[in-house]
């Protein structure tokens, strides 16, 4: 408690930037019930700002001390906290430094991973209409994170897929704004998602966690309701992507993905005009996907080679799923 109490306060007033981040990133470390640590916490939010550029590895300790804390006792249940970190991010989202930006775009990963905002809002009209504005607020953040450079648009890019993946996501952005903008904000989710998974001109990193993203939305039950938000044009993206992907990383997680649309009214909607349509392309996915379990598989490299066994094991396991899929 000593070295909390009294060594960190005289480290963050020191003269030199980095002496003050390390007691920053220190401050991420420290349990809660330590004498002092409560008081600490407030030097975080101060520097959780924009600033002087000079200052820039102090804001980089104080989202990384962020990130870890928003899964922390006491905050990780401390609604009102995780939207004021949330705040923190957003605004330092916005710095010139790449590196700030890419220590914010982590922290939000980081938070959007925690659901104690969701459950939060189930609680009353109030909290949900909070949460609702929480969950516009950050989804609008990841989007704009998407567009930056790729270091920061990884972690974009997978905080989107942990805030759509709580079934009460469109409820609660609709209670905040209206059920019209949040399907066309799921619109615009689905879109980015998509050209993330096809696009070869994006990293390895980047198409691997638009894939990640894609399954924890096809997972969610929306996915499979009379009027999706999403769900066929990132089944054709990942079922594309799945075999066409030069990298075998990426080949995998879209196969991984294509496996949480376990529902078959996810990919045929019974009762709609493409009824009949929908159900000759599931049988066409079936297909391929067991002619894509034997054989040679296609574009393999010796540098590649290891992931084979890995891949047929995913494939063979989607046949299984899909199988299940095809009687109505």
Not at 100 to 117: F, G, H, K, Q, Y
Not at 237 to 264: G, M, P, Y
């Amino acid at each position: 408690g000593g070295v909390v109490s009294k060594l960190i306060p005289v480290m963050v007033r020191d003269e030199h930037p980095q002496v003050r981040a390390s007691a920053i990133s220190a401050i991420g470390m420290v349990p809660f019930r330590i004498p002092g640590a409560a008081a600490c916490m407030e030097h975080v939010w101060a520097s959780a700002k924009p600033g002087d550029p000079g200052e820039m590895p102090l804001r980089s300790a104080s989202l990384r001390a962020l990130g870890v804390l928003a899964h922390e006792e006491p905050y990780r249940k401390d609604a009102q906290v995780l939207i004021r970190m949330a705040g923190a991010i957003d605004l330092c989202s916005r710095d010139p430094s790449l590196q700030v930006r890419m220590r914010a775009a982590c922290s939000l990963a980081s938070l959007c991973e925690n659901p104690t905002i969701v459950q939060e809002g189930a609680k009353s009209e109030y909290v949900r209409h909070h949460a609702g504005l929480t969950l516009l607020r950050l989804s609008e953040l990841s989007l704009r994170l998407m567009a930056d450079n790729d270091k920061v648009r990884v972690y974009g890019t997978r905080a989107l897929g942990n805030l759509c993946h709580p079934e009460e996501y469109v409820t609660f952005v609709s209670a905040s704004t209206s059920e019209g903008a949040a399907y066309q904000l799921c619109g615009r989710v689905e879109a980015e998602l998509c050209r993330f998974i096809h696009s070869p001109s994006y990293s390895v990193k980047v198409r691997w966690n638009a894939c990640y993203a894609a399954g924890l939305l096809l997972s969610n039950p929306l996915a499979a309701s009379p009027t999706p938000p999403w769900g066929k044009r990132l089944i054709l993206a990942l079922e594309a992507t799945s075999s066409e992907a030069d990298n075998f990383k990426v080949r995998i997680q879209a196969t991984r993905s294509l496996r949480h649309a376990t529902l078959r009214s996810v990919h045929v909607h019974k009762g709609s005009a493409s009824e009949e349509e929908d159900v000759a392309a599931l049988v066409s996915r079936w297909r391929g996907l067991v002619v894509a379990t034997q054989g040679d598989v296609r574009g393999l490299d010796s540098s590649q080679y290891k992931y084979k066994d890995t891949l047929r094991q995913e494939q063979r396991m989607c046949v299984l799923v899909a199988t299940a899929l095809l009687e109505g």
